[in-house]
């Protein structure tokens, strides 16, 4: 059995053990993931940042009215009002001094304006056209109204040669659009390498093709990412997105990668997958390592367990061999809690049941006398049912339709009640609603204008009794109280205590009867059931119902003065049996 109870409680733990990893696995993979993609995600958006300011420094060079105004001059190449140029000079100047990240400025006019910070390809780019066919093979064309940004360019500052990320706008005419000049801003690949230094030591900042525009390592500047997974990914143009692979010697790594809106280039971030995910394997090591545990202490539980219910089960044997022998005062001791020790508080019982047997024979007797009178109970209704119908049929057939509905209705109310959804006790208010809807049925389909009065102590309401305990009393009443032409009467039900005994009195103001027939009544009410062909079987259904629910020291009697009016009286304790 200890066998038994091992191999389910290992297969359960490893069942638990490897879906709870699974599960645990993927909210954390799933975390790491969202957390890498937010990180790249805010280092893009800081670069975008960082080049649209240099874009907007751009954009408030040249929309500088004094360099406008030079621009639209006439053969500005043979000279100009020297305070203009000054005043130009003094405009970039402080742009400039806003935005540090800028190493050079270059300005040229389609009328020869020229300004200089410092030499940038000298040889070929001293003037508007030469700028504009050089810089055509990046892209640059009259059509294009935004910035073109080009990376890996080299340009002498300052007698050093650095590599430079250019921004290239054609200058237009406020008005117009028409294009006035050119203008080129070299910002140092440094600056811009600054800004994810956030992130790991792997990170790139590349074009989608690949080309590696920025990076720590300035060697690799112009070269293409060496992982063939990440171009293709980086191909598709997904604005971010994630992606596990192996490079060249079999290591798995995890890259994420992000747009930069300004220029389309991406924020690459690649690290070693264990690094990305070292929660996840982490958690994997501690799973194992707690199954492992609850393996071995549940053996070692198991084994002592087996160890008390073997003894316990000894001692069980040994009382159910002395109870089959007949000995049936014999006991079980109990020692404990198990299921061996559950078995022995059950034979016990078992025992004690047995030796008491002739006592709850009885009580069964009154039990299946119970269920008899419940079954018997059911068939009291249907008179009431086809005698209704009939009266609705009636109506249908004199088209007095309404008359029809709200008879129906009252018969739907009193029957919903009188099923009470199959309680066999119901509050003595609810078999009160019975009443006033049977009576209502009376009133509809026989004409008969019966008031009913409800006194006494209220708090009695909520008192349960035998459904269709109070109901069949009333019904008797208005059968053979009023009777024949009698069309109106008083039906008074009275409730009151007398210490733990409730008394019930439900009084008609109908013929009554003399004293030989009320004897008679209470005589079929105290005799011994005969069947359905007994007389007043619904009173003696009642006495019985009550007597078995609530003791033989309950029960209903009758009382009447011929002529004046019939009392029926019910008694009984507050407590059923």
């Known amino acids: 059995m200890a066998l038994?109870?091992?191999?389910?409680?290992?297969?359960?733990?490893?069942?638990?053990?490897?879906?709870?990893?699974?599960?645990?696995?993927?909210?954390?993979?799933?975390?790491?993931?969202?957390?890498?993609?937010?990180?790249?995600?805010?280092?893009?958006?800081?670069?975008?940042?960082?080049?649209?300011?240099?874009?907007?420094?751009?954009?408030?060079?040249?929309?500088?009215?004094?360099?406008?105004?030079?621009?639209?001059?006439?053969?500005?190449?043979?000279?100009?009002?020297e305070i203009l140029k000054q005043n130009i000079q003094s405009a970039i100047s402080s742009a400039r001094q806003v935005n540090n990240s800028v190493q050079y400025i270059n300005i040229y006019g389609k009328n020869g304006f020229s300004y200089t910070d410092f030499y940038y390809h000298s040889k070929e780019n001293r003037s508007f056209n030469e700028c504009a066919a050089f810089y055509s093979q990046y892209g640059l064309n009259p059509d294009r109204r935004t910035a073109l940004w080009i990376p890996n360019q080299t340009a002498v500052v300052a007698n050093v040669n650095k590599r430079m990320i250019t921004l290239v706008r054609y200058i237009r005419d406020v008005y117009s659009l028409e294009i006035l000049g050119i203008m080129t801003m070299g910002m140092a690949e440094t600056?811009?390498?600054?800004?994810?230094?956030?992130?790991?030591?792997?990170?790139?900042?590349?074009?989608?093709?690949?080309?590696?525009?920025?990076h720590y390592d300035k060697t690799l500047l112009g070269k293409t990412l060496p992982y063939t997974n990440l171009l293709d990914a980086l191909s598709l143009n997904d604005d971010i997105g994630t992606l596990t692979f192996d490079d060249e010697s079999g290591s798995k790594l995890f890259a994420t990668y992000s747009v930069i809106p300004a220029t389309g280039w991406y924020i690459v971030s690649i690290t070693d997958h264990y690094k990305a995910f070292m929660s996840s394997y982490n958690l994997s090591y501690y799973i194992v390592l707690i199954l492992l545990l609850t393996i071995i202490v549940s053996g070692i539980a198991l084994v002592n367990v087996s160890k008390v219910?073997?003894?316990?089960?000894?001692?069980?044997?040994?009382?159910?061999?002395?109870?089959?022998?007949?000995?049936?005062?014999?006991?079980?001791?109990?020692?404990?809690?198990?299921?061996?020790?559950?078995?022995?508080?059950?034979?016990?019982?078992?025992?004690?049941?047995?030796?008491?047997?002739?006592?709850?024979?009885?009580?069964?007797?009154r039990l299946a006398r119970l269920s008899e009178l419940r079954l018997l109970q059911s068939q009291i209704n249907p008179h009431l049912l086809y005698n209704t119908l009939d009266s609705v049929h009636y109506h249908l057939e004199t088209a007095k339709y309404e008359r029809a509905t709200d008879i129906l209705q009252a018969m739907s109310a009193f029957f919903k009640l009188s099923l009470s959804q199959g309680d066999?006790?119901?509050?003595?208010?609810r078999e009160i609603s019975l009443i006033q809807n049977y009576l209502d049925i009376q009133r509809m389909c026989r004409s008969k204008d019966i008031e009913l009065i409800i006194s006494g102590e209220s708090s009695l309401f909520s008192v349960r009794i035998p459904k269709m305990t109070l109901q069949p009393v009333v019904e008797n009443a208005i059968i053979h109280g009023f009777e024949g032409d009698t069309v109106r009467g008083v039906i008074t039900i009275d409730l009151h205590s007398i210490g733990d005994m409730i008394v019930i009195t439900v009084t008609d103001n109908g013929t009554g009867m003399t004293k030989e027939q009320i004897e008679k009544v209470n005589d079929c009410i105290k005799a011994p059931h005969s069947g359905f062909e007994q007389k007043h079987y619904g009173l003696w259904n009642i006495n019985q119902r009550i007597k078995d629910t609530f003791g033989n020291s309950s029960g209903i009697v009758l009382q009447s003065e011929f002529g004046v009016c019939t009392k029926a009286i019910i008694t009984f304790f507050r407590k059923p049996l």
């Open 4 to 81: 038994i109870f091992l191999s389910i409680t290992v297969l359960s733990s490893l069942i638990v053990g490897l879906v709870s990893n699974r599960l645990s696995m993927d909210v954390i993979t799933n975390s790491s993931i969202e957390e890498s993609r937010n990180a790249a995600k805010a280092v893009a958006v800081t670069i975008d940042s960082y080049l649209n300011s240099a874009d907007q420094t751009f954009i408030g060079i040249y929309s500088n009215r004094d360099l406008s105004e030079a621009l639209k001059q006439k053969n500005a190449i043979y000279g100009f009002n």
């Open 191 to 214: 600056t811009l390498s600054k800004q994810y230094q956030s992130l790991n030591n792997n990170v790139y900042i590349a074009e989608n093709n690949g080309v590696i525009v920025s």
């Open 309 to 365: 219910l073997t003894a316990s089960l000894n001692r069980l044997f040994s009382a159910m061999k002395h109870a089959m022998s007949g000995d049936l005062s014999v006991r079980f001791t109990v020692t404990g809690n198990d299921e061996v020790n559950k078995i022995g508080k059950y034979l016990n019982e078992m025992l004690k049941e047995i030796s008491e047997s002739i006592r709850y024979k009885e009580e069964s007797e």
């Open 424 to 429: 066999f006790l119901i509050p003595i208010e």
